[in-house]
T-cell receptor
């Protein structure tokens, strides 16, 4: 099956610092990756769609200068939380779309998530 | 505006019985629906899906039913097992997009 990894799995940082989270598709190429965040006991909220070689598409209400996304290769997308504040503390999950999955149902494969805690 | 809703935040079922998880949606442009299982501090894992052209899809112990007129889908797990205890999310995808909209989740607890 398709495997997606995230690194780090958890991170604690001081307020005002920047944190980079990596999302990798290990055994398939992903032209599109998605970034979600989940607050405790809430749904997964789509933040942005990351397209390889082009600018990410952000959902309404998500600050693109706050959450920098780079999708430089077909197997790696990064999310950088800039000048992090305590309210950015959350569980960040990426998913990758298998470009072979044209029209098939299970197109997105999810990473294990990254727990970010900003002090 | 929550386009995908799971109105039951939690559900407890006895081992061996049927678990029924419900999901409602509002957007008529959704044409594909999925169910994911999620453990704390882990990413969701895919369970089963259904296209809007069907009303039922079955895979082992898992069956998903879709009622388009009511904009409602449900996931049936039978027989339920303690290992099924997790949070279940339904997700929907609009025609022509790859974006998933997730519901709020239902925490299932299967009692041994």
């Amino acid at each position: 099956g398709a495997v997606v990894s995230q690194h780090p799995s958890w991170v604690i940082c001081k307020s005002g610092t920047s944190v980079k989270i990596e999302c990798r598709s290990l055994d398939f190429q992903a032209t599109t990756m998605f970034w979600y965040r989940q607050f405790p006991k809430q749904s997964l909220m789509l933040m942005a769609t990351s397209n390889e070689g082009s600018k990410a598409t952000y959902e309404q209400g998500v600050e693109k200068d706050k959450f920098l996304i780079n999708h430089a290769s077909l197997t790696l997308s990064t999310l950088t939380v800039t000048s992090a504040h305590p309210e950015d503390s959350s569980f960040y999950i990426c998913s990758a779309r298998d470009h072979r999955g044209q029209g098939t149902y299970n197109e997105q494969f999810f990473g294990p998530g990254t727990r970010l805690t900003v002090l | 505006d929550q386009q995908v809703k799971q109105n039951s935040p939690s559900l407890s079922v006895q081992e061996g019985r049927i678990s029924i998880l419900n999901c409602d949606y509002t957007n008529s442009m959704f044409d594909y629906f999925l169910w994911y299982k999620k453990y704390p501090a882990e990413g969701p894992t895919f369970l089963i899906s259904i296209s809007s052209i069907k009303d039922k899809n079955e895979d082992g112990r898992f069956t998903v039913f879709l009622n388009k007129s009511a904009k409602h889908l449900s996931l049936h797990i039978v027989p339920s097992q303690p290992g099924d205890s997790a949070v279940y999310f339904c997700a929907a995808r609009a025609s022509g997009t790859y974006k998933y909209i997730f519901g709020t989740g239902t925490r299932l607890k299967v009692l041994a």
